[in-house]
């Protein structure tokens, strides 16, 4: 039967592994390859127009600093939205990946000066693009994202011969996956974003799914096709057309 491993730092694996709601038959493996860590950071600049939000992450670090109540959060998802309003932001979504987030804050040209709380390991340089194009932002990185070795049970599997659907959200993880590898389990991923998917390389998949748009919904439904999929049929490869 397949297996479902998650890698997602917590809390947001648990919620993956709740909103997937697989099967008796499907095996869920919670095993998180990155820990959340706040660090310190610089004060912030005494003039903040709007903050930039990649994470929810970052919404969680955003209590530390005295930042008005009210204030416009862009957002690069819905997700991550959705914590930033649940903080008392003024929230708007991008509903997509870096590249939208950019493209939706030049759109709309807010007055600056904009502040885009993040973590070490960041993807995209929303601030280095958006000073480019012409909006003041300043960032902080205000988290790390501290490498996990891969749990026993995570590795078990993984070294078993049952297919595992693994489900990928960020290049790191892949990377920090693929570095225990070589692995003899066939691994079909998920992979969030393009980006995410050439990370995966040295996994070697036995398949590779790219999610239609990047965010969490796309990949919860990618997620159950390919759990589906594979367990009817033991191979992630959609079945033939009828006639």
Known sequence: ???????????????????????PEVTVILAPLQKIAPVAADPLPEEVTGVVFTSANGVAQAGRFDLPPGLTAWCVGDRTAQAASEAGFDAVSASGDADDLVALILDRAPLGPLIHLRGEHGVGDVCGRLVAGGTACAERVVY?????????????????????????????????????????????????????????????????????????????????????????????EAPPEAG
């Open 144 to 236: 790390r994202q501290v490498a996990v070795p891969l749990s026993p049970r995570a590795a078990q599997v993984l070294d078993a011969s049952d297919p595992v659907v693994l489900p990928l959200f960020s290049p790191r993880s892949a990377r920090i996956l693929a570095e225990s590898g070589p692995f003899r389990a066939p691994l079909h991923v998920v992979a969030i974003s393009e980006a995410v998917a050439r990370a995966t390389a040295d996994l070697a998949p036995a398949t590779l799914r790219p999610a239609p748009r990047p965010d969490g919904a796309a990949m919860v439904a990618e997620t159950r096709t390919a759990l589906a999929t594979l367990a009817a049929s033991g191979s992630l």
């Open 1 to 23: 039967m397949p297996i479902l491993l998650i890698t997602r730092p917590a809390p947001a694996g648990e919620r993956f592994a709740e909103a997937v709601r697989a099967g």
